[in-house]
């Protein structure tokens, strides 16, 4: 199984990496973004701290504000004094929109114009704008303080000035300010209204609230009486007009009764009601006796002309007791001469006797007859004058009655309208006296429940609040600058960033050591102070001892894309951790800003590297050893033998460059490959601490005498894409790139908070790829 670096290298070329990367992207990564949040806590901390102390600065410039708050119970509605006013009044509103229309009176510009007055707040500084500070913004002003002959042309131009306020311009500003900052609210569901009044002095603004108030429950009062006496003025008004036309009606009903003559017409009605009924019954007998007697009559005068036997058989000549008695001594007469007659003869005188008596009784009955019949015409023209007396008298009852009903009918509508003005007039005494009797009682419909005091705090500006509000906004805004920046920023900060966007292996983590300078830090594996450190070195020595065997990493160049990087650091402790263990040589190649001398306290005119190409010095006196580790320093060039460009442009790229500088030249010749060849058979690690990469193209030079390429990032620093570039070069010049160490990592925080590396310091694993 290969496992060298190349091998390494292919594998990312299959799209492994690639597609992973691309799988996670489609998800939220939150401890990323918590990750994220907590490295830049103090940054949001700063800026939360800095915008609540100008927030404290800018509400130290505003006016504070008050509320007073005074709670008014409004009554039930009340009916009027004058029933049919509360039938007219009440209109069927509800109480809801009863306690509405009280919320809205408790608004009006009447009640806000009786507490101006009633608290001279036309005077009082606070809420007088003619004694508000004025703006010090006045141009005019400032332009007439000049030569005015020279400034008179934009004085033109200028506004005119305000003319001074009136009483009553300053009355209505005031009585605005005053409905501005005035707010009547419902308690709850309840028939409660809560009055508040912002002022900028806690009294004043108890006191208007107060105003308000009774201002409302005196206006109340005010309308009350207003309409009391109205009503009493209007119900005095209509008392004379009722008593006159009280007066006008009796006045015709007794005019009548007397031009009538009528004293009481229900008796005159009720006794000709009574005789009118006695007429008629006698009317009624009347006409049956009449009619009776009207056939008794016609009955006798039919036979009249007939003989007295056929009279006597009419039922009225026969039942006569006197007639009855005749027929009855005739019939004994006619019995008596029948007798005699069979017994005695014509002449006898007995019979001559009996017939005599027999003429007699019938002579008797015939007058009789006569006089019965007489009788029967005499009542029956009797019987006829009755009834028609009768008649005229219930004719005369009725029209009688009749004319009678007609004044009774007159009389009791004069009745009527004499008795409903008489109690229309005594009900409006009624009213009128009950009137006059509650004219000065109580009947405000609201009452003050909690009158207002000085509050003892401010209601604006909420400082607690705003701060709140700012703290929040801030540490929002924060985040959000933490993720815009975390997003700007192209750089590597964790290990898979390097090995998923570089495709090269990710050889070590070198945690960030504080406080050290620049000699501490290269002799820091040395002197084992600090053993994360120490255990990343010992990582990537570990990388190099167990590379292959086939083409064994003698010659290890360390650079990086830029200075500042730790290079040197990592080189430096990379050589003395390999002392110990094998024979090692410590080349500084950066001629340009050499390092290695400043170190490690070396003369400065020490000969080293640059004197070996140029020929000027033996490799036994440049070679300098600092106990088990041999050092090459980069050596003294003269100043003509820098490269022009370093100086002005100590950026620009060396392929940027037309020009071969001397430095180049000495890297460039073939000495250094004698050099190297001859180093190699006396040590077996040769480190080369190399220029940056994308400054000059030394790193290029030394990079084709190398078995390997240590290429050092430093963590949230150098952007993704120069490091993409210098490692494009290198891999294009057949340079052998090892691996990338991840320099100057915070690992302890990253632990601390969460935001570790998939392979920190101690839990590297040490075989290779």
Same mark, same amino acid.
């Given at each position: 199984?290969?496992?060298?670096?190349?091998?390494?290298?292919?594998?990312?070329?299959?799209?492994?990496?690639?597609?992973?990367?691309?799988?996670?992207?489609?998800?939220?990564?939150?401890?990323?973004?918590?990750?994220?949040?907590?490295?830049?806590?103090?940054?949001?901390?700063?800026?939360? #701290? +800095?915008?609540?102390?100008?927030?404290?600065?800018? *509400? @130290? /410039?505003?006016?504070?504000?008050?509320? %007073?708050? =005074? &709670? #008014? +119970?409004?009554?039930?509605?009340?009916?009027?004094? *004058? @029933? /049919?006013?509360?039938?007219?009044?009440? %209109?069927? =509103? &509800?109480?809801?929109?009863?306690?509405?229309?009280?919320?809205? *009176?408790?608004?009006?510009?009447?009640?806000?114009?009786?507490?101006?007055?009633?608290?001279?707040?036309?005077?009082?500084?606070?809420?007088?704008?003619?004694?508000?500070?004025?703006?010090?913004?006045?141009?005019?002003?400032?332009?007439?303080?000049?030569?005015?002959?020279?400034?008179?042309?934009?004085?033109?131009?200028?506004?005119?000035?305000?003319?001074?306020?009136?009483?009553?311009?300053?009355?209505?500003?005031?009585?605005?300010?005053?409905?501005?900052?005035?707010?009547?609210?419902?308690?709850?569901?309840?028939?409660?209204?809560?009055?508040?009044?912002?002022?900028?002095?806690?009294?004043?603004?108890?006191?208007?609230?107060?105003?308000?108030?009774?201002?409302?429950?005196?206006?109340?009062?005010?309308?009350?009486?207003?309409?009391?006496?109205?009503?009493?003025?209007?119900?005095?008004?209509?008392?004379?007009?009722?008593?006159?036309?009280?007066?006008?009606?009796?006045?015709?009903?007794?005019?009548?009764?007397?031009?009538?003559?009528?004293?009481?017409?229900?008796?005159?009605?009720?006794?000709?009601?009574?005789?009118?009924?006695?007429?008629?019954?006698?009317?009624?007998?009347?006409?049956?006796?009449?009619?009776?007697?009207?056939?008794?009559?016609?009955?006798?005068?039919?036979?009249?002309?007939?003989?007295?036997?056929?009279?006597?058989?009419?039922?009225?000549?026969?039942?006569?007791?006197?007639?009855?008695?005749?027929?009855?001594?005739?019939?004994?007469?006619?019995?008596?001469?029948?007798?005699?007659?069979?017994?005695?003869?014509?002449?006898?005188?007995?019979?001559?006797?009996?017939?005599?008596?027999?003429?007699?009784?019938?002579?008797?009955?015939?007058?009789?007859?006569?006089?019965?019949?007489?009788?029967?015409?005499?009542?029956?023209?009797?019987?006829?004058?009755?009834?028609?007396?009768?008649?005229?008298?219930?004719?005369?009852?009725?029209?009688?009655?009749?004319?009678?009903?007609?004044?009774?009918?007159?009389?009791?509508?004069?009745?009527?309208?004499?008795?409903?003005?008489?109690?229309?007039?005594?009900?409006?005494?009624?009213?009128?006296?009950?009137?006059?009797?509650?004219?000065?009682?109580?009947?405000?419909?609201?009452?003050?429940?909690?009158?207002?005091?000085?509050?003892?705090?401010?209601?604006?500006?909420?400082?607690?609040?705003?701060?709140?509000?700012?703290?929040?906004?801030?540490?929002?805004?924060?985040?959000?600058?933490?993720?815009?920046?975390?997003?700007?920023?192209?750089?590597?900060?964790?290990?898979?960033?390097?090995?998923?966007?570089?495709?090269?292996?990710?050889?070590?983590?070198?945690?960030?050591?504080?406080?050290?300078?620049?000699?501490?830090?290269?002799?820091?594996?040395?002197?084992?102070?600090?053993?994360?450190?120490?255990?990343?070195?010992?990582?990537?020595?570990?990388?190099?001892?167990?590379?292959?065997?086939?083409?064994?990493?003698?010659?290890?160049?360390?650079?990086?894309?830029?200075?500042?990087?730790?290079?040197?650091?990592?080189?430096?402790?990379?050589?003395?951790?390999?002392?110990?263990?094998?024979?090692?040589?410590?080349?500084?190649?950066?001629?340009?800003?050499?390092?290695?001398?400043?170190?490690?306290?070396?003369?400065?005119?020490?000969?080293?590297?640059?004197?070996?190409?140029?020929?000027?010095?033996?490799?036994?006196?440049?070679?300098?050893?600092?106990?088990?580790?041999?050092?090459?320093?980069?050596?003294?060039?003269?100043?003509?033998?820098?490269?022009?460009?370093?100086?002005?442009?100590?950026?620009?790229?060396?392929?940027?460059?037309?020009?071969?500088?001397?430095?180049?030249?000495?890297?460039?010749?073939?000495?250094?490959?004698?050099?190297?060849?001859?180093?190699?058979?006396?040590?077996?690690?040769?480190?080369?601490?190399?220029?940056?990469?994308?400054?000059?193209?030394?790193?290029?030079?030394?990079?084709?005498?190398?078995?390997?390429?240590?290429?050092?990032?430093?963590?949230?620093?150098?952007?993704?894409?120069?490091?993409?570039?210098?490692?494009?070069?290198?891999?294009?010049?057949?340079?052998?790139?090892?691996?990338?160490?991840?320099?100057?990592?915070?690992?302890?925080?990253?632990?601390?908070?969460?935001?570790?590396?998939?392979?920190?310091?101690?839990?590297?694993?040490?075989?290779?790829?």
């Amino acid at each position: 199984m290969d496992n060298s670096p190349s091998t390494y290298l292919e594998r990312p070329l299959q799209g492994h990496l690639p597609t992973q990367a691309a799988e996670e992207s489609d998800t939220l990564d939150l401890l990323h973004l918590w990750r994220v949040i907590w490295s830049a806590k103090w940054n949001i901390a700063w800026l939360v #701290l +800095l915008s609540c102390a100008l927030a404290v600065v800018a *509400l @130290s /410039f505003i006016t504070p504000q008050y509320v %007073g708050s =005074a &709670t #008014l +119970l409004i009554k039930d509605k009340t009916p009027p004094v *004058l @029933s /049919f006013q509360q039938a007219a009044e009440s %209109g069927g =509103a &509800t109480t809801t929109d009863y306690l509405q229309t009280q919320q809205a *009176l408790l608004q009006s510009r009447e009640l806000a114009e009786r507490a101006v007055r009633k608290l001279g707040l036309t005077t009082n500084p606070i809420t007088d704008p003619r004694q508000q500070a004025q703006s010090w913004f006045t141009p005019r002003q400032w332009l007439a303080d000049l030569n005015r002959d020279q400034w008179l042309p934009l004085l033109d131009l200028l506004p005119p000035p305000k003319p001074p306020a009136t009483e009553e311009q300053v009355f209505n500003d005031v009585t605005q300010n005053l409905m501005l900052h005035t707010s009547v609210k419902f308690v709850g569901k309840s028939q409660l209204l809560e009055i508040d009044v912002e002022l900028p002095d806690p009294t004043l603004a108890a006191a208007v609230a107060n105003a308000l108030a009774q201002g409302f429950i005196d206006s109340q009062q005010d309308t009350s009486l207003k309409s009391s006496q109205n009503n009493t003025s209007w119900m005095n008004t209509r008392l004379v007009e009722l008593r006159d036309n009280l007066r006008i009606a009796e006045n015709k009903l007794q005019a009548y009764r007397e031009e009538q003559g009528l004293v009481d017409v229900d008796g005159v009605a009720t006794i000709s009601a009574n005789e009118l009924q006695m007429t008629g019954n006698r009317m009624i007998d009347a006409r049956r006796d009449r009619a009776e007697a009207e056939s008794q009559f016609r009955q006798a005068q039919a036979l009249s002309n007939g003989d007295i036997s056929r009279l006597s058989s009419v039922p009225a000549v026969l039942s006569n007791p006197l007639i009855q008695q005749f027929q009855a001594d005739l019939a004994k007469a006619q019995a008596k001469v029948e007798e005699l007659s069979g017994r005695y003869g014509p002449k006898h005188p007995a019979l001559i006797s009996a017939r005599s008596e027999q003429r007699t009784a019938a002579n008797s009955l015939r007058l009789q007859v006569q006089q019965v019949v007489a009788g029967i015409e005499r009542q029956y023209q009797l019987a006829v004058a009755s009834e028609d007396a009768l008649r005229k008298s219930f004719n005369s009852n009725k029209a009688q009655i009749q004319d009678i009903s007609r004044k009774e009918f007159q009389l009791r509508e004069f009745q009527r309208e004499v008795d409903s003005t008489r109690a229309l007039y005594e009900t409006f005494v009624t009213r009128l006296k009950e009137t006059a009797a509650t004219s000065d009682m109580d009947s405000a419909k609201a009452r003050i429940v909690d009158p207002a005091i000085a509050p003892l705090e401010a209601s604006k500006p909420r400082k607690n609040l705003i701060l709140a509000i700012v703290a929040l906004v801030a540490a929002v805004v924060g985040v959000a600058l933490a993720f815009l920046f975390d997003t700007l920023s192209n750089t590597f900060k964790t290990d898979d960033t390097v090995e998923s966007l570089l495709n090269v292996p990710l050889l070590s983590v070198v945690p960030l050591v504080m406080k050290k300078s620049r000699r501490q830090l290269a002799r820091l594996f040395e002197d084992n102070d600090h053993p994360r450190f120490c255990e990343t070195i010992r990582n990537l020595r570990t990388w190099l001892m167990l590379q292959n065997n086939e083409r064994p990493a003698q010659v290890v160049l360390v650079t990086s894309s830029v200075s500042g990087e730790g290079k040197s650091t990592i080189a430096n402790n990379l050589a003395s951790s390999l002392a110990p263990l094998e024979r090692v040589l410590l080349i500084d190649a950066d001629m340009r800003q050499p390092t290695l001398s400043l170190n490690f306290d070396f003369p400065p005119q020490s000969p080293g590297l640059a004197n070996l190409m140029a020929g000027s010095a033996r490799l036994e006196d440049c070679i300098r050893s600092v106990g088990n580790l041999d050092m090459l320093p980069a050596g003294c060039l003269s100043p003509s033998a820098l490269d022009p460009f370093d100086a002005p442009r100590p950026q620009a790229s060396s392929s940027s460059s037309n020009a071969v500088a001397p430095a180049q030249d000495l890297l460039s010749s073939p000495r250094l490959g004698r050099l190297l060849q001859i180093l190699k058979s006396r040590y077996r690690h040769i480190i080369i601490d190399s220029p940056p990469a994308e400054i000059v193209s030394d790193a290029l030079l030394l990079a084709q005498h190398s078995d390997a390429v240590i290429y050092v990032v430093k963590a949230q620093s150098t952007p993704v894409g120069q490091v993409r570039k210098s490692i494009a070069v290198l891999q294009q010049s057949q340079a052998p790139v090892f691996g990338v160490v991840l320099n100057q990592v915070d690992l302890r925080k990253a632990r601390k908070y969460g935001h570790g590396h998939s392979r920190s310091f101690y839990d590297y694993d040490f075989a290779p790829r």
